[in-house]
Each structure stands twice: as structure tokens, then as C-alpha cells.
């Protein structure tokens, strides 16, 4: 029987916010949504949509496609904190007219008690549970993926989002990489977002980009054994980023390096190529 994965967010804390500035947040998350919903539309199997209360969910046909989408969403609402949760399994209750919240299965079953895991781990915040022995594997490199990303800064996480806007990784073409411009639009929004940017030391630049001006140049993924991972350090980054925001090259290395950015990169891959072997 075909396998499905589920993925279930919590926003944390939320409420925690102003009333302005939760309205604020909670604008920009639906078009967070509704761009990411776009750009993996060949992987969506439904929507991710909002559920009840601060919780979204939606189903995918990979659970590649599930973690990378978690993934550049956590990226794109930082510092807004959320837990996961990853479900593979059946797709038992299948009604096609109906978004997610209307489906029912195993894999559904699964995400909510992963999810539900995340309050009770030692600082896990995305877990994922397919009932496979290596379950437990491939949660280490979600823990360790994700931890070197909550520790960046406002700043550095601006500029691991960069790394990612002009150097995607995906994952069986999972991630359309023609909407990178639509992308982009959202992290003008959150540089310039007094909220989304309050912890930061130093003012990102706002960027100004279209789906013409961007070169993308997509990493992707192959389940190749490889003795070690390079493939998320790519030359020119620093170069690259530095003709977008007027910013020495130099200054970048430093904070590429500060941010473990590739580091990140290469372990997100690791997770991918692991996640990927445990579906075949």
C-alpha cells in the first residue's frame, strides 16, 4: 500500500504577542503558506492550511518534500518558534474535494503523535514517526539539522535564508525552483517587519528581487553513497551574496562561518539522503 507522509506545525508561544503584532505575524505566515503551498505543488498531496487555533497540517507524497517544506517554513517565520511533527503512513480516509483537515489516516495519526512527543524530548522540536527501527536515526539528524538553525541570530538567520533563496536544496524536483522570486518577496516583507526582525543587532538589508534577476542555482540531492557531504558548501555564496546586499565579501565569510551555514546545509542533505533510503 502506497505511504503517505503528514506534516503537523504548532506555532509557539504565539500568544505571547501583542494583538498588532500577532495579526501582524499571523498575515505574513498565510503567505508564507500560501507561496511555500506553490512552490511544492508537485509534492502536495493537500494543502498545508491552518487547522485550529496556531496548528497547520497538510499531506505529501514524500516525506523528503514534508521536511524540506518544514524546513524553509521554520526559516522564513524565525524567530516565531514551532514544533513538527512528521507522520508516514496510510491515507486511509480519502475525500478529494475536502482539504486536510477532512482526511484521516496512519500517517495523519502518526504526525499528531510525533508532534505531541516534541512537549515531553530534551529540546527536539520537529520529530518524525514512520515505525521504522531507524526512526530514531533519522530524528538525530532532525535535531541536530535544526539546532545549529534556532542558535543564528535574526541576522544570521537573514542570511541562511539568502544561502537557501539562491542555492535550494531539494529533493526529487519537490521544490519548484521557478518560485524563488515569489520567495524572495517574502523575505522583503520579513527584513523590513519590526517583529520578525527584533532580535537582530544589525538591520538586513531589504532586497529588491524579481524571478528575472535571481540565478538560482539548486542543489539537489541524490541518494548516491558518498564517504563525506560537501554539497551544501557552495563556492561563489559569499561572493554572490555580497553583489545582492553591498556587504564586503569578507564580512560574509565571517558570518557564514559564525552561522554554520554550510555546516546546516551539508547536515539538512544528510537528512534528506537518510530519509530518502529509509522510503525505498
Known sequence: M???TALIMDLRASRK????????????IYKVIETLNEAFAKA?????????????????SST???????????????????????GVGEWDVVIRDAGTTAQDGSAYHKARAAIKATKDSLGYSVLLESGAENDEIANSLLYATTLLINKQSSYQ???????????PITIDNALDINKMGEIAELI??????DVL????????????????MIKVRPTSVSIYNDTFITDGKVRGLPLHLSEIMGISRQSLDKTIAAANIYEARNLAIATLKYIKRMED
Open 188 to 193: 522583503n516583507l520579513r527584513s523590513v517587519s
Open 2 to 4: 502506497r505511504r503517505f
Open 197 to 212: 526582525n527584533h532580535n537582530s543587532n544589525k538591520s538586513p538589508k531589504k532586497i529588491f528581487l524579481n524571478g528575472e
Open 17 to 28: 504577542y501583542s494583538l498588532k503584532n500577532r495579526n501582524e505575524i499571523q498575515t505574513y
Open 44 to 60: 502536495l498531496e493537500k494543502n498545508v492550511s491552518f487547522s485550529a487555533g496556531d496548528e497547520l497540517q497538510g499531506l505529501f
Open 64 to 86: 523528503g518534500a514534508a521536511y524540506l517544506y518544514y524546513r524553509l517554513f521554520s526559516m522564513l517565520i524565525a524567530p516565531v518558534k514551532i514544533r513538527a511533527g512528521l
Open 157 to 167: 538567520n537573514h542570511i541562511m535564508l539568502l544561502s537557501e533563496l539562491l542555492y
